[in-house]
Protein backbone atom coordinates (compact mmCIF):
# COMPACT_ATOMS: atom_id res chain seq x y z
CA UNK A 1 0.00 0.00 0.00
CA UNK A 2 1.67 3.51 -1.41
CA UNK A 3 0.91 6.46 1.78
CA UNK A 4 0.62 10.02 0.09
CA UNK A 5 3.42 12.16 1.42
CA UNK A 6 2.66 15.30 3.50
CA UNK A 7 3.26 18.62 1.55
CA UNK A 8 5.29 20.64 4.35
CA UNK A 9 8.58 19.99 5.24
CA UNK A 10 8.34 19.57 8.83
CA UNK A 11 5.46 16.90 7.74
CA UNK A 12 8.26 14.98 5.28
CA UNK A 13 10.66 14.71 7.97
CA UNK A 14 8.41 13.31 10.23
CA UNK A 15 7.22 10.86 7.75
CA UNK A 16 10.68 10.03 6.57
CA UNK A 17 11.62 8.86 10.22
CA UNK A 18 9.22 6.34 10.37
CA UNK A 19 9.90 3.09 9.16
CA UNK A 20 7.16 1.73 8.30
CA UNK A 21 6.18 4.19 5.68
CA UNK A 22 9.71 4.40 4.79
CA UNK A 23 9.71 0.88 3.96
CA UNK A 24 6.21 0.81 2.16
CA UNK A 25 7.52 4.06 -0.10
CA UNK A 26 10.57 1.21 -1.20
CA UNK A 27 7.61 -1.33 -1.99
CA UNK A 28 5.91 1.09 -3.86
CA UNK A 29 9.09 2.16 -5.46
CA UNK A 30 9.90 -1.73 -6.41
CA UNK A 31 6.48 -2.46 -8.21
CA UNK A 32 7.25 0.29 -10.29
CA UNK A 33 11.20 -0.67 -11.02
CA UNK A 34 10.11 -4.20 -11.41
CA UNK A 35 7.05 -3.56 -14.24
CA UNK A 36 9.54 -1.18 -16.30
CA UNK A 37 12.56 -2.34 -15.75
CA UNK A 38 12.97 -5.94 -16.99
CA UNK A 39 14.31 -5.08 -20.31
CA UNK A 40 17.20 -2.95 -18.59
CA UNK A 41 17.98 -6.30 -16.77
CA UNK A 42 18.18 -8.32 -19.67
CA UNK A 43 20.78 -6.11 -21.09
CA UNK A 44 22.96 -6.09 -17.77
CA UNK A 45 22.87 -9.58 -17.55
CA UNK A 46 24.61 -9.70 -20.93
CA UNK A 47 27.20 -7.52 -20.41
CA UNK A 48 28.80 -8.99 -16.98
CA UNK A 49 31.62 -6.65 -16.87
CA UNK A 50 31.23 -3.09 -15.19
CA UNK A 51 32.47 -0.09 -17.00
CA UNK A 52 33.83 0.51 -13.38
CA UNK A 53 34.21 -0.20 -9.97
CA UNK A 54 33.16 2.99 -7.48
CA UNK A 55 34.22 3.12 -4.47
CA UNK A 56 32.54 6.13 -2.49
CA UNK A 57 31.47 8.16 0.61
CA UNK A 58 28.32 6.62 1.50
CA UNK A 59 27.24 9.90 3.36
CA UNK A 60 26.88 11.71 -0.32
CA UNK A 61 24.13 9.90 -0.94
CA UNK A 62 24.23 10.26 -5.29
CA UNK A 63 23.96 7.16 -7.21
CA UNK A 64 27.38 6.48 -8.97
CA UNK A 65 25.55 6.08 -12.24
CA UNK A 66 24.05 9.61 -11.75
CA UNK A 67 27.00 10.96 -10.57
CA UNK A 68 28.94 9.87 -14.29
CA UNK A 69 26.25 9.96 -16.51
CA UNK A 70 26.03 6.06 -17.28
CA UNK A 71 23.32 3.52 -17.21
CA UNK A 72 22.07 1.82 -14.15
CA UNK A 73 23.72 -1.04 -13.80
CA UNK A 74 26.68 -0.52 -15.71
CA UNK A 75 28.63 0.24 -12.11
CA UNK A 76 29.77 -1.74 -9.80
CA UNK A 77 28.72 0.51 -6.39
CA UNK A 78 30.63 0.29 -3.28
CA UNK A 79 29.84 2.38 -0.06
CA UNK A 80 30.36 3.11 3.26
CA UNK A 81 30.91 6.05 6.19
CA UNK A 82 34.58 7.44 5.16
CA UNK A 83 35.94 4.77 2.77
CA UNK A 84 37.14 2.60 5.37
CA UNK A 85 38.90 -0.51 3.42
CA UNK A 86 37.52 -3.69 5.19
CA UNK A 87 37.88 -7.42 3.98
CA UNK A 88 34.40 -6.97 2.06
CA UNK A 89 35.24 -4.12 0.53
CA UNK A 90 38.46 -5.82 -0.77
CA UNK A 91 37.22 -8.79 -1.72
CA UNK A 92 34.52 -6.91 -3.66
CA UNK A 93 36.96 -4.35 -5.53
CA UNK A 94 39.35 -7.80 -6.63
CA UNK A 95 36.23 -9.47 -7.53
CA UNK A 96 35.06 -6.50 -9.99
CA UNK A 97 38.72 -6.75 -11.79
CA UNK A 98 39.94 -9.93 -11.07
CA UNK A 99 37.04 -11.88 -11.73
CA UNK A 100 34.56 -9.36 -14.43
CA UNK A 101 37.82 -7.98 -15.41
CA UNK A 102 36.60 -4.00 -14.98
CA UNK A 103 38.69 -2.01 -16.34
CA UNK A 104 38.49 1.09 -13.69
CA UNK A 105 38.78 1.90 -10.34
CA UNK A 106 37.04 5.14 -9.08
CA UNK A 107 37.97 6.35 -5.21
CA UNK A 108 35.30 9.09 -5.31
CA UNK A 109 35.11 11.27 -2.71
CA UNK A 110 33.10 14.26 -1.67
CA UNK A 111 33.33 17.74 -0.53
CA UNK A 112 31.15 18.64 2.93
CA UNK A 113 31.30 15.19 4.05
CA UNK A 114 30.75 14.12 7.76
CA UNK A 115 32.56 11.63 7.67
CA UNK A 116 35.66 13.62 6.75
CA UNK A 117 34.40 16.53 9.55
CA UNK A 118 34.19 14.19 12.08
CA UNK A 119 37.38 12.74 11.25
CA UNK A 120 39.13 16.37 11.46
CA UNK A 121 37.28 17.29 14.42
CA UNK A 122 38.16 14.42 16.69
CA UNK A 123 42.06 14.94 15.13
CA UNK A 124 42.15 18.73 15.90
CA UNK A 125 40.66 18.10 19.98
CA UNK A 126 42.55 14.86 20.14
CA UNK A 127 39.38 13.40 21.03
CA UNK A 128 38.99 9.54 19.34
CA UNK A 129 35.27 7.88 19.93
CA UNK A 130 34.54 4.42 20.55
CA UNK A 131 33.00 2.13 18.89
CA UNK A 132 32.53 1.54 14.86
CA UNK A 133 32.86 4.93 14.20
CA UNK A 134 37.31 5.08 15.66
CA UNK A 135 37.55 2.80 12.54
CA UNK A 136 36.56 5.50 10.10
CA UNK A 137 38.38 8.65 12.18
CA UNK A 138 41.51 6.07 12.24
CA UNK A 139 41.41 5.32 8.48
CA UNK A 140 40.74 9.44 7.90
CA UNK A 141 43.57 10.47 10.74
CA UNK A 142 45.95 8.20 8.36
CA UNK A 143 45.48 10.15 5.73
CA UNK A 144 45.75 13.49 7.83
CA UNK A 145 49.15 11.94 9.14
CA UNK A 146 50.34 11.80 5.64
CA UNK A 147 50.04 14.97 4.95
CA UNK A 148 51.94 16.39 8.30
CA UNK A 149 48.78 18.20 9.38
CA UNK A 150 49.06 20.36 7.21
CA UNK A 151 45.00 19.89 6.15
CA UNK A 152 42.31 22.59 7.56
CA UNK A 153 39.26 21.66 6.74
CA UNK A 154 37.26 18.73 5.64
CA UNK A 155 37.35 19.15 1.95
CA UNK A 156 40.73 19.10 1.77
CA UNK A 157 40.87 15.95 3.69
CA UNK A 158 38.20 14.19 1.66
CA UNK A 159 41.13 14.68 -1.55
CA UNK A 160 43.95 13.31 0.69
CA UNK A 161 42.00 10.63 1.57
CA UNK A 162 40.95 9.47 -1.83
CA UNK A 163 44.38 9.66 -2.60
CA UNK A 164 45.27 7.57 0.69
CA UNK A 165 42.44 5.31 -0.31
CA UNK A 166 44.05 4.57 -3.48
CA UNK A 167 47.11 3.54 -2.10
CA UNK A 168 45.71 1.41 0.16
CA UNK A 169 44.39 -0.98 -2.11
CA UNK A 170 47.31 -1.19 -3.83
CA UNK A 171 49.06 -2.02 -0.74
CA UNK A 172 46.50 -4.52 0.88
CA UNK A 173 46.03 -6.60 -2.29
CA UNK A 174 48.80 -8.13 -4.86
CA UNK A 175 46.00 -8.70 -6.97
CA UNK A 176 44.91 -5.18 -7.74
CA UNK A 177 48.71 -4.29 -7.88
CA UNK A 178 49.36 -6.34 -10.34
CA UNK A 179 46.20 -6.15 -11.81
CA UNK A 180 47.51 -1.62 -12.31
CA UNK A 181 50.94 -2.31 -13.00
CA UNK A 182 49.89 -4.93 -16.24
CA UNK A 183 47.70 -2.10 -17.60
CA UNK A 184 44.44 -4.32 -17.20
CA UNK A 185 43.01 -1.64 -14.73
CA UNK A 186 43.84 1.56 -13.41
CA UNK A 187 43.09 3.90 -10.17
CA UNK A 188 41.30 7.12 -10.62
CA UNK A 189 40.60 9.23 -7.40
CA UNK A 190 38.24 12.41 -7.41
CA UNK A 191 36.58 14.63 -5.10
CA UNK A 192 32.89 15.74 -6.37
CA UNK A 193 31.94 19.05 -5.31
CA UNK A 194 28.76 20.83 -4.35
CA UNK A 195 27.77 21.66 -7.60
CA UNK A 196 28.36 18.39 -9.46
CA UNK A 197 32.24 18.20 -10.80
CA UNK A 198 35.06 16.41 -10.78
CA UNK A 199 38.57 16.66 -9.43
CA UNK A 200 40.93 14.59 -9.98
CA UNK A 201 43.52 13.95 -7.31
CA UNK A 202 45.66 11.10 -8.72
CA UNK A 203 45.94 8.21 -10.74
CA UNK A 204 47.78 5.11 -11.00
CA UNK A 205 48.39 2.81 -13.74
CA UNK A 206 47.42 4.11 -17.43
CA UNK A 207 44.37 6.56 -17.92
CA UNK A 208 45.79 8.56 -20.93
CA UNK A 209 43.23 9.74 -23.32
CA UNK A 210 42.92 7.59 -26.51
CA UNK A 211 42.86 10.28 -29.53
CA UNK A 212 39.43 9.14 -30.49
CA UNK A 213 37.75 8.40 -27.07
CA UNK A 214 34.40 6.73 -26.70
CA UNK A 215 32.07 8.92 -24.36
CA UNK A 216 28.91 7.44 -24.00
CA UNK A 217 26.86 9.55 -21.65
CA UNK A 218 22.74 8.73 -20.64
ZN1 LIG B 1 31.34 11.54 3.01
Not at 1 to 12: K, V
Not at 38 to 64: E, G, H, I, M, Y
Not at 89 to 117: F, Q, R
Request: aromatic share 6%.
Amino acid sequence: MYTAQPSSTIREEATMSNPSIAWQRLQAGNQHFHATSRSRQKAATRDQSPLAVVFRCADDRTASEAVFGQSWGSLMDISNWGHVIDTGVLATVEYAVDKLKTPLIVILGHENSSAMEASLEAWNNVNIPEGATRAVIEHAMFSLARQDASISNADELAAAHTVHTGVSLLQKSAALAKAVDSGQSAIVCLVRDADGGLRVCATFGDVAENEAPLLECV
